[in-house]
């Protein structure tokens, strides 16, 4: 590791993992007439006009304001908003407008250190869609503004916000599958997660997914809420990780992966994998816990509940590969249900952004927590770009 490169991620884990201004809830007292929030969105792709469609659910919260620099995407972002925002093809002239509160971050990932640092020197909440920034100076520097802002901060890690997620990890930490032994994901899918192009010149602004100037790829746009989730349930930080992905399916120019792979180690001694797949959809997206007492498996808004033991009566038990007693199957396919009531995540995200800034609270996915998963990310990067183990540095 360089010199340079050791003083930029020592400053990170130091600014992110430590007490800050956000940590401590040291925030700015919002008291706004009636308990209203003008937000504004700063990039109206597809997901910033999806997260418009969920704000216009929630009472008391308005979208005032849109901004993007593709006339069609700002034209989707205003409809979205049903007349009842200004358009911006600059977002500062957005961060300008003294009616607005908050803002939401959704343009592509290069670009989200400086706008959401650009939004707290105007004195405006911020909502960062996941990943947080993108390589170790961006993470460096929005933290850095965090903890030097008295607005909050919230990471668009909406699963932080699941009642059914956070039900699971608090039964995982209470002890109900014993001591943890793995965790596997997956999120796959069947596509070539193209977007159609009005214009060849506009390719990159449109598929910067696919570019790895302004791309994580399918590892911080799909594996880091699952990365996520994993720090969260283990409250530890990877101290490697090791990676193989490539292009091997959609031959198209693109230069972020199309399938990754990705095994992280934890102190603990647990293993983490992750894989993402756009040429096979099978069981799509899906997180499992296993511990000596039972695994817990997750979807987008379902779990169950599959206790070890051959006295569970929910198993059926035979001779696989001349093993006596070893499980051959579950009835039906499932195992126990964990029924929570809960709100579907990205909804339910947005509320509690509000509620941090009404009721002057920590958010529950902060810069801290987004922060790690952003390191996390890098490290899976450097992995696979590189092919090898990419170790945490020491101070991480």
Same mark, same amino acid.
């Given at each position: 590791m360089k010199r340079r490169d050791f003083i930029i991620k020592s400053s990170v884990a130091t600014v992110a993992l430590t007490s800050s201004a956000v940590a401590l809830g040291n925030y700015l007292d919002f008291n706004h007439a009636n308990d209203t929030l003008n937000i504004g969105v700063i990039g109206t792709g597809d997901r910033g006009t999806g997260m418009i469609s969920n704000i216009n659910k929630i009472k008391n919260f308005n979208v005032i304001g849109c901004a993007d620099i593709l006339p069609f995407r700002l034209e989707n972002g205003l409809k979205s908003?049903?007349?009842?925002?200004?358009?911006?093809?600059?977002?500062? =002239?957005?961060?300008?407008?003294?009616?607005?509160? !908050?803002?939401?971050?959704?343009?592509?990932?290069?670009?989200?250190?400086?706008?959401?640092?650009? !939004?707290?020197? !105007?004195? =405006?909440?911020?909502?960062?869609?996941?990943?947080? !920034?993108?390589?170790?100076?961006?993470?460096?520097?929005?933290?850095?503004?965090?903890?030097?802002? =008295?607005?909050?901060?919230?990471?668009?890690?909406?699963?932080?916000?699941?009642?059914?997620?956070?039900?699971?990890? @608090?039964?995982?930490?209470?002890?109900?599958?014993?001591?943890?032994?793995?965790?596997?994901?997956?999120?796959?899918?069947?596509?070539?997660?193209?977007?159609?192009?009005?214009?060849?010149?506009?390719?990159?602004?449109?598929?910067?997914?696919?570019?790895?100037?302004?791309?994580?790829?399918?590892?911080?746009?799909?594996?880091?809420?699952?990365?996520?989730?994993?720090?969260?349930?283990?409250?530890? =930080?990877?101290?490697?990780?090791?990676?193989a992905g490539g292009v091997d399916y959609w031959k198209d120019g693109r230069e972020t992966f199309d399938n990754i792979h990705l095994i992280y180690s934890y102190p603990s001694g647990v293993k983490a994998k992750f894989t993402c797949l756009t040429s096979n959809a099978k069981d799509g997206y899906q997180i499992k816990v296993m511990g000596d007492k039972g695994t817990i498996i997750l979807d987008y808004s379902h779990a169950w509940f599959y206790p070890e033991g051959i006295e569970n009566k929910d198993k059926e038990l035979g001779i696989v590969d001349g093993v006596s007693g070893a499980t051959v199957t579950w009835k039906k396919g499932f195992g126990i249900p964990i029924n929570v009531e809960h709100t579907e995540p990205s909804e339910q995200t947005l509320i @509690?952004?509000?509620?941090?800034?009404?009721?002057?609270?920590?958010?529950?996915?902060?810069?801290?927590?987004g922060a790690n998963t952003a390191i996390c990310i890098q490290m899976g990067l450097d992995a696979m770009y590189t092919n090898k183990i990419i170790s945490s540095p020491d101070f991480y």
């Open positions: 908003a049903q007349g009842k925002a200004k358009g911006y093809s600059d977002y500062r =002239k957005l961060l300008d407008n003294k009616d607005i509160d !908050a803002v939401l971050v959704s343009v592509p990932f290069h670009l989200h250190s400086q706008v959401a640092i650009d !939004a707290l020197d !105007a004195g =405006k909440h911020v909502f960062c869609e996941k990943t947080m !920034a993108k390589g170790y100076p961006g993470i460096q520097h929005l933290v850095d503004k965090v903890n030097q802002s =008295k607005t909050m901060f919230q990471t668009g890690h909406q699963y932080h916000s699941s009642r059914l997620y956070t039900h699971v990890v @608090d039964l995982i930490k209470d002890g109900k599958l014993g001591k943890v032994a793995a965790i596997e994901c997956q999120w796959n899918r069947q596509g070539n997660w193209r977007r159609p192009v009005p214009s060849p010149e506009l390719e990159k602004q449109i598929n910067w997914r696919m570019y790895r100037e302004y791309s994580g790829g399918l590892v911080a746009e799909l594996c880091s809420h699952q990365i996520d989730f994993a720090n969260w349930v283990l409250d530890e =930080k990877p101290s490697q990780v090791m990676g @509690d952004f509000k509620d941090s800034i009404l009721l002057n609270k920590k958010p529950i996915s902060d810069v801290v927590t």
